[in-house]
């Protein structure tokens, strides 16, 4: 996904000056990034730079972007430096925070043809608690979930109850940054009941 952040320096360079901002992103939805600056005078001349190995762009022009895909997640640093005829440079940072996104593993659960419910756990990693869950259902918003299986009627011929009747296709769980992390599979799979003969005698 592309943004756009614009930073506005003003300065008389009578000191070199040092100013910083933050951008806070999240792992899953991290993508190419466009950072820019407004100079004090566009006939100065400017530089990106970063401690981090960060690939610009450009490094000279007002304008840069940033790819954030895959990127691991941790603290990152953007610079950029304007400097003028007679040597004065000013800097300005921005620090860039990638939160971890949460994952998701849940156990398919296994119930007989008939049942109106059932309870699901989803084992969540990464992130930042507190999480929420949505299930796909309109009650309950934490890891353990109650599931309405009411839709499964008599007949039903054993395939998955989420591929049929789409319920509960799509879990997702949010933690306390506001990352995102989505589980799209199988979750609930429903066996026929037993239909034996009839006892002969």
Do not use: R
Request: with cysteine; aromatic share 8%.
């Amino acid at each position: 996904m592309k943004h756009s952040l614009f930073i506005l320096i003003v300065t008389f360079f009578l000191f070199p000056s040092l100013s910083f901002s933050q951008q806070i992103l999240c792992q899953e939805s991290a993508g190419q990034e466009t950072y820019s600056v407004i100079p004090s005078d566009i006939n100065n001349t400017f530089l990106w730079s970063s401690t981090s190995g960060l690939t610009f762009s450009s490094t000279n022009s007002t304008s840069t972007d940033v790819d954030w895909t895959n990127m691991p997640a941790g603290n990152y640093n953007i610079s950029f430096t304007e400097t003028n005829a007679q040597g004065c440079d000013s800097t300005v940072t921005l620090s860039v925070t990638i939160n971890s996104s949460p994952t998701l593993a849940i156990t398919t659960v296994v119930v007989c043809e008939g049942a109106t419910s059932s309870s699901v756990f989803a084992n969540i990693s990464g992130g930042l608690s507190p999480y929420t869950v949505d299930w796909g259902q309109p009650t309950g918003n934490t890891e353990l979930e109650t599931l309405d299986l009411s839709l499964v009627g008599a007949g039903y011929d054993g395939s998955d109850i989420s591929s049929t009747l789409d319920l509960l296709q799509i879990v997702t769980v949010t933690d306390a940054n506001g990352c995102i992390g989505t589980l799209n599979e199988n979750i609930v799979d429903v066996v026929p009941t037993p239909e034996p003969g009839a006892i002969t005698f």
